[in-house]
T-cell receptor, first 112, second 113 residues
Framework: DTEVTQTPKHLVMGMTNKKSLKCEQH?????MYWYKQKAKKPPELMFV???????INESVPSRFSPECPNSSLLNLHLHALQPEDSALYLC???????????FGEGSRLTVL | GESVGLHLPTLSVQEGDNSIINCAYS??????FIWYKQESGKGPQFIID?????DKRQGQRVTVLLNKTVKHLSLQIAATQPGDSAVYFC????????????FGQGTELSVKP
């Protein structure tokens, strides 16, 4: 299994809603990542988890809350988002933090 | 500041021609570089990588060249095909920053039949 699976593929939420994005990998990778990608722009790093511990937070607003329940799962909890947070949210994993990242297909988020 | 930049935002080539996509990076401490291909509606897909102790690496129809002196990276695609049409990103792994993979701005490759 060489896949990173993200759910849901599409999400529409209001500014007062609470929702979560989920990511799963079964490659035994120990590093997992959240990236945000706006249209026609490169992915921007948000968070890095290494061995289930948060190792990098790129000054992301607290309305985004990551969680790594175990080595295979990564969640991104969303609360009180703004319309400008609408984007494609990409999850990735890597064997460790020095190698190739494997990306999921992303969750496209629309905030109304 | 933090930047991995590309010289050209769009590139149009004829099917069968070779394509060259360029990338400049700013952090001389970066030790690992990756080229990704992203098709519309999909996540980035690994193409080829290169470590800083190498100047050149070849894959199937693709070659990556690294010039550390001028902090420049290029991706060469031989015999470009319509299926190569996508956005190509170079990415720089700043190993001294614990796994930060920073993406360049991207080049949109369009292959004309």
């Amino acid at each position: 299994d060489t896949e990173v699976t993200q759910t849901p593929k599409h999400l529409v939420m209001g500014m007062t809603n609470k929702k979560s994005l989920k990511c799963e990998q079964h490659m035994g990778h120990r590093a997992m990542y959240w990236y945000k990608q706006k249209a026609k722009k490169p992915p921007e790093l948000m968070f890095v988890y290494s061995y289930e511990k948060l190792s990098i937070n790129e000054s992301v607003p607290s309305r985004f809350s990551p969680e790594c329940p175990n080595s295979s799962l990564l969640n991104l909890h969303l609360h009180a988002l703004q319309p400008e947070d609408s984007a494609l949210y990409l999850c990735a994993s890597s064997q460790d933090w020095t190698g190739e990242l494997f990306f999921g297909e992303g969750s496209r988020l629309t905030v109304l | 500041g933090e930047s991995v930049g590309l010289h050209l935002p769009t590139l149009s080539v004829q099917e069968g021609d070779n394509s060259i996509i360029n990338c400049a990076y700013s952090n001389s401490a970066s030790d690992y570089f990756i080229w990704y291909k992203q098709e519309s509606g999909k996540g980035p897909q690994f193409i080829i990588d290169i470590r800083s102790n190498m100047d050149k690496r070849q894959g199937q129809r693709v070659t990556v060249l690294l010039n550390k002196t001028v902090k420049h990276l290029s991706l060469q695609i031989a015999a470009t095909q319509p299926g190569d049409s996508a956005v190509y990103f170079c990415a720089e792994n700043r190993g001294n920053q614990g796994g930060k993979l920073i993406f360049g701005q991207g080049t949109e490759l369009s292959v004309k039949p």
